[in-house]
């Protein structure tokens, strides 16, 4: 059995200006804005591999639940074949949709 086809979908971004005036106080580099020029609804499709066009630290950070759902497999607490993650910049963090694609 061949992996199910996973959508990708940006569903919210976001920039806590609150933590980095807290917490990047007397650092050379100080975060602004959200992370990625990604844009709220834009999607990438994927059957276990890194899509082109999703960062690098994004997919590092979804890539165990894009593996669950390309296989058949649910997450307790979400709807059959979806998950909701993001990625683990605490300053700017992009909220993606994992979706199973049936085919």
Known sequence: MSPSTVRITVVKKTFHEDLVE???DGCSFKPSGCCHDLEIGQSFETTGHAPEGLPDWAWCDMQKYVMVLARGGNFLGCKPGV??????DGFRPVFYKLERVDE
């Open 22 to 24: 807290l917490y990047t």
């Open 83 to 88: 998950f909701v993650t993001c990625c683990t």
